[in-house]
């Protein structure tokens, strides 16, 4: 599995930046997809998740994100993107996409605390927001 992770920079606290994951190797739309992201000193924490297609179900957002981040999975171009407005300095990590380890495995409860029911491919991208 490749996953290939884009759209992380810098930006000034308000700002905007849009990430992008595009996964080969698997059946990309039997698979729950989602972004963690890890701040030095942190635990890795769940940003969004995007349920498989036989989930027909909004992306699912951290308390963290919603209202701020909204996404979507394009299953034709493999692709899931993460739109990320009102950013702030907590915001700064790098952020990861993640596979879920099981196929057709959802994005259920305490999904955006549990890293260990995904699999990160990438070596993730940098988001620093910064004045």
């Known amino acids: 599995v490749q996953v290939v992770e884009s759209g992380g920079g810098l930006v000034q606290p308000g700002g905007s930046l849009r990430l992008s994951c595009t996964v080969s190797g698997l059946d990309f739309a039997s698979y729950s997809i989602t972004w963690f992201r890890q701040a030095p000193g942190k635990e890795r924490e769940g940003v969004a998740c995007f349920a498989h297609t036989g989930i027909p179900h909004a992306p699912f957002y951290s308390e963290a994100a919603k209202g701020r981040f909204t996404g979507s999975r394009d299953n034709d171009k493999d692709t899931v993107v993460l739109q990320m407005n009102s950013l702030k300095d907590e915001d700064t990590a790098t952020y990861y996409c993640?596979?879920?380890?099981?196929?057709?495995?959802?994005?259920?409860?305490?999904?955006?605390?549990?890293?260990?029911?995904?699999?990160?491919w990438g070596q993730g991208t940098q988001v620093t927001v910064s004045s």
């Open positions: 993640g596979t879920h380890r099981v196929q057709y495995g959802g994005c259920y409860g305490s999904w955006f605390r549990d890293p260990e029911i995904f699999n990160f």
